[in-house]
């Protein structure tokens, strides 16, 4: 059974910085990209970070890009999203995935970890 766990997630306050982390198991995604997306509170789920299955090309979402780095340990099978400067609007439920297929696709099959909560205070 393939599964993706996060963990790392917790309260921290503005400015703050937490590290996420998203271990896979079942199958490895070496080979496949990987990413972040978050879902804040009575908002639809939006786009965080992706990696090329090497790391060597990431994506970021704009309200993220500077701040928060993605990174994967592909003998681990985990991809890790640091977070730094972290701000009250980046309170959501962080989810990762996995892709069979190009990212982003419609036509990929994607896995998705059941999520981790960061909350950030003011």
């Known amino acids: 059974q393939v599964q993706l766990v996060e963990s790392g997630g917790g309260l921290v306050q503005a400015g703050g910085s937490l590290r996420l982390s998203c271990a896979a198991s079942g199958r490895s995604f070496g080979s496949n990209p990987m990413g972040w997306f978050r879902q804040a509170p009575g908002k639809e789920r939006e786009f965080v970070a992706a990696?090329?299955?090497?790391?060597?090309?990431?994506y970021y979402a704009d309200s993220v890009k500077g701040r928060f780095t993605i990174s994967r340990d592909n003998a681990k099978n985990t991809v890790y999203l640091q977070m730094k400067s972290l701000k009250p609007e980046d309170t959501a439920v962080y989810y990762c995935n996995a892709v069979n297929g190009v990212y982003g696709s419609p036509s990929g099959i994607y896995y998705w970890g059941k999520g981790t909560l960061v909350t950030v205070s003011s």
């Open positions: 990696i090329t299955w090497n790391g060597g090309i990431t």
